[in-house]
């Protein structure tokens, strides 16, 4: 049986997509590295902003956090979420009043968010 540049065709498709999976897989280990590419690919969505800022404040980047939760909220101005994490990274690097402005904006958006009803009790307690 003779296959050919049948078989050579394929066997060069199931590596590139082999080779495709892995470059893929590595970009996904991280989630900085995850939404970057999503936002390169030209994804530009509050929801994108708001995690890659939520994955540079879990790295302890607190500038490009607040960059991309600013950014998110430049595109959704009423995306309770970011204004939440926003007002949180505020208030973790000494800017409380702006943070619980944040956090108030966030609830009057949303009134039963929880996340930012506790960080705004919370710090309102901490600032007297």
């Not at 936002?39 to 991309?68: I, M, P, Q």
């Not at 595109?75 to 402005?101: F, S």
Request: neutral net charge.
């Amino acid at each position: 049986m003779f296959y050919g540049p049948k078989i050579g065709l394929v066997s060069f498709a199931i590596v590139l997509y082999m080779a495709t999976a892995f470059v893929r897989n590595m970009t996904w280990q991280d989630n900085v590295l995850l939404y970057e590419d999503v936002l390169a690919k030209g994804t530009n969505r509050a929801r994108v902003h708001n995690n890659l800022g939520s994955a540079y404040a879990a790295a302890a980047n607190v500038e490009k956090a607040l960059e991309h939760y600013q950014s998110a909220l430049q595109l959704k101005p009423d995306y309770a979420e970011a204004h939440t994490n926003l007002g949180l990274v505020l208030c973790g690097i000494g800017q409380v009043d702006r943070g619980r402005e944040e956090l108030g904006i966030a609830l009057q958006i949303e009134p039963d968010n929880k996340k930012a009803r506790m960080f705004l009790s919370f710090y309102s307690r901490t600032a007297q």
